[in-house]
């Protein structure tokens, strides 16, 4: 069994806390967060495991095997790091920090820790980015022309995730919030973007986030990347992942759905298995049993903080 600590009890946290609860072989032992009537909330509704206000404490725990940090991108650094201080296993939200200074220390240190260190990008294990990864192996589009990432959204921070720093320019944004899974979608399918590119839109206002973003880059072999985004527009929320080739488009929209066609076709859904359950908590658990497991660790999160930075330029 894999007992759990989570610190970090926010619409995100309470998300993965869900997938543990259905897991047969993970137990969330103790919860943390600065709300105390949010931690004796979480806390009950888990059937009264232990309870934190101070991150130290449950790090200090124990019982606890491997920590989830579901915490905002500037405190990941330091919790994180005192994880690996204390030597357990981590999982932790994306973006890795809030640097790049901070990525490449938190991932060095993990090395050096000899956890396990995985980052929750959640797209991996996903039936929609399993299948256009696979597909995209197959040749599927042909010879690729263009790589292009479009994230609309009618209002940012979203209705669901309003707080004091998703829509903020020092740790928010949907560039790095929504981007990041593509960009290491990008890295993991496709590998390394270069000559990066970028003009932000930003309001008047100095604390608040982009509104848009324009930006270029290119992959190793120079074909091109494209990424631009809109807040604060009409319509409906549309993510679309496109990759153009020259005997097809295959396209990953809105998270789920994969669309695709041959030149002359029109762009059709494809079907996959959408039984089968996601797979990060399986993983996790194989690697605490010393089992070879599918997780991205602290580097890719530091590949993808070193593009991320290179978008949100100011």
Aim: one cysteine or more; proline letters at 4%.
């Amino acid at each position: 069994m894999l007992h759990i600590g989570i610190i970090g009890l926010g619409a995100i946290g309470q998300r993965l806390i869900k997938k543990f609860k259905e897991h047969p072989d993970v137990e969330i032992t103790a919860v943390c967060d600065r709300l105390e009537s949010l931690v004796r909330e979480t806390s009950n509704a888990l059937g009264g495991v232990h309870t934190y206000t101070d991150y130290q404490g449950l790090i200090a725990d124990q019982r606890v095997d491997l920590i989830y940090v579901a915490v905002p991108p500037k405190f990941h650094h330091p919790i994180v790091m005192d994880v690996l201080k204390a030597k357990k296993h981590v999982l932790c939200e994306k973006p890795l920090a809030n640097s790049l200074d901070e990525a490449k220390e938190m991932a060095q240190a993990a090395k050096e820790a000899g956890v396990i260190h995985a980052m929750n990008f959640p797209l991996n294990y996903e039936q929609g980015a399993t299948k256009f990864a696979e597909m995209i192996g197959q040749n599927y589009v042909g010879k690729l022309r263009r790589l292009q990432l479009t994230m609309h959204f009618p209002e940012w921070p979203r209705f669901w995730q309003k707080n004091d720093w998703v829509g903020e320019r020092e740790q928010g944004g949907f560039v790095l919030e929504v981007g990041v899974h593509f960009i290491q979608q990008t890295l993991k399918v496709f590998g390394a973007i270069k000559n990066i590119q970028t003009r932000l839109e930003l309001p008047d206002d100095p604390q608040k986030c982009e509104t848009g973003v324009i930006a270029t880059g290119e992959l190793e072999d120079g074909t091109p990347v494209l990424i631009e985004g809109l807040s604060q527009i009409a319509g409906k929320e549309h993510i679309g992942y496109t990759a153009y080739g020259s005997e097809g488009i295959l396209s990953l929209e809105n998270w789920g759905e994969l669309k695709g066609g041959k030149n002359g076709e029109e762009l059709n859904v494809i079907s996959f298995d959408e039984t089968k359950p996601n797979r990060l908590i399986d993983e996790l658990v194989k690697a605490a049993n010393g089992q070879k497991a599918e997780l991205y660790d602290f580097e890719v999160g530091y590949r993808a903080q070193e593009i991320l930075e290179e978008l949100r330029k100011m």
